[in-house]
Structures are given as C-alpha cells and as structure tokens.
Antibody, heavy 120, light 110 residues
Framework: QVQLVQSGAEVQKPGASVKVSCQAS????????IHWLRQAPGQGLEWMAW????????KYAQQFEGRIVVTRDTSISTAYMELSSLRSDDTAVYHC?????????????WGPGTLVAVSS | QSVLTQPPSASGTPGQRVTISCSGS????????VNWYQQLPGTAPKLLIY???RRPSGVPDRFSGSKSGTSASLAVSGLQSEDESDYYC???????????FGTGTMVTVL
C-alpha cells in the first residue's frame, strides 16, 4: 500500500532552518511528483513546492522563493524540504503529498504531516 | 494563502443534503479540473472527488461534484454523522504552475 512517512516534529528558533523528510513506499517513486504543502493552526492548505523525482526539477511558490529548497534521494525514495530564515508565522503542519507525473494536477495521497513550531 | 473561495461552514441534519461551493478564476477552475478533499481533525486530507465529479474507490456515492465555468460544488446527500469534517476544493493554477486550494468549509451534522 502507498505510504508517505514523514520525519518527526521540530521546534526551531526564529531565523533557523528546518529540514523535513518524506519517505515513499508502495509505488514507483520516480513516477510521481512530490509536493510540499503546509497548514498553519486553524488555517487552510497552502502549496509550497513540487519536485519531479525522475528529473530533479522543482517549482517553488513565489512566496517561498529564496527560502525553500526541495531535493530528493532516489536511492532511498525520499524527498526533503528545507525552509530557512524561519519566522513565527511558519509554525504549521508540513505535509508531503504525491501526484502522478502523467496527471500532475491530481494530488491523490498525502503524508501525515510534520509539525514545525517556530518559537524563541 | 487560499485562492479559491468557499463558505466557512455548512450544516444539516442526518439524511439531509448539503452543498459546498468553490469559486475560482480563469487560471485555475476555469482551465483545469477540480478535486475535493475531506480532512478529519488531526489527520491528513483524503481525496474525495477528482476530475470534477469522479469518486475514488471506496468513497460513497453520497458524495458528488460538479463544475461550471470558474465555480465548482460538492454535494453530500444522505448526511451522516461521520461526514462531519473540513472539506477543501483544489485546482491546478496555470499562472502558479501549482495547485491552489479553497479556504475550507466545516460541515456540521446537527
């Protein structure tokens, strides 16, 4: 069965960086984009970035450009999202999710989320 | 920030029909298909409707979707207590080259 296993919760200070991992199993890693999305407490869903695991190509939402880097390690079917210069309003649950390379616009499965709390 | 607009809440009694609207623009709903997600508290979103009106395997046929122009809607008929949840619409945005989501609607079963 499809699984996206994310790394554990993090507490970071303002100005620091955080790196969240997402390990995929149950499907061909290179055949599905990995998206990163976040949900602040009591708020809606916000898309941040995607990576094509086959090519390594990425796309970042404009509001995160310069602060986010998404990478992947195909040998262990894992994608990573690093967000730097953290602020208190970056406190959120960060989800990875997948969409088919063929049907890019359909996110069909989500990881459970990783809570990132930014506090001094 | 959410690009698609949904009502913040909707409610109904068991057995009733509830509909949720989702309003977008030409670059998202107007050009691409709409997906709907159900999110129970403390869990990841789950795909409920895709390609405007198709249900993944295992989703009851009480859930249905439609799209017209730059708007879409989700209907839940025969409302049940387990339908109490947050619902989000989503569509690919050609300007963003990424997905955009609705503001979310909390459905309450009275």
């Amino acid at each position: 069965q499809v699984q996206l296993v994310q790394s554990g919760a993090e507490v970071q200070k303002p100005g620091a960086s955080v790196k969240v991992s997402c390990q995929a199993s149950g499907y061909t890693f290179s055949s599905y984009y990995i998206h990163w999305l976040r949900q602040a407490p009591g708020q809606g869903l916000e898309w941040m970035a995607w990576i094509n695991p086959y090519t390594g190509g990425t796309k970042y939402a404009q509001q995160f450009e310069g602060r986010i880097v998404v990478t992947r390690d195909t040998s262990i079917s894992t994608a990573y999202m690093e967000l730097s210069s953290l602020r208190s309003d970056d406190t959120a649950v960060y989800h990875c999710a997948r969409s088919s390379i063929v049907i890019t616009d359909l996110i069909d499965f989500w990881g459970p989320g990783t809570l990132v709390a930014v506090s001094s | 920030q959410s690009v698609l607009t949904q009502p913040p809440s909707a409610s109904g009694t068991p057995g009733q029909r509830v509909t949720i609207s989702c309003s977008g623009s030409r670059s998202n709903i107007g050009s691409n298909t709409v997906n709907w997600y159900q999110q129970l508290p403390g869990t990841a979103p789950k795909l409920l409707i895709y390609s405007n009106n198709r249900r993944p395997s295992g989703v009851p046929d009480r859930f249905s979707g439609s799209k017209s122009g730059t708007s879409a809607s989700l209907a839940v008929s025969g409302l049940q207590s387990e339908d109490e949840s947050d619902y989000y619409c989503a569509a690919w945005d050609d300007s963003l080259n990424g997905p955009v989501f609705g503001t979310g609607t909390m459905v309450t079963v009275l």
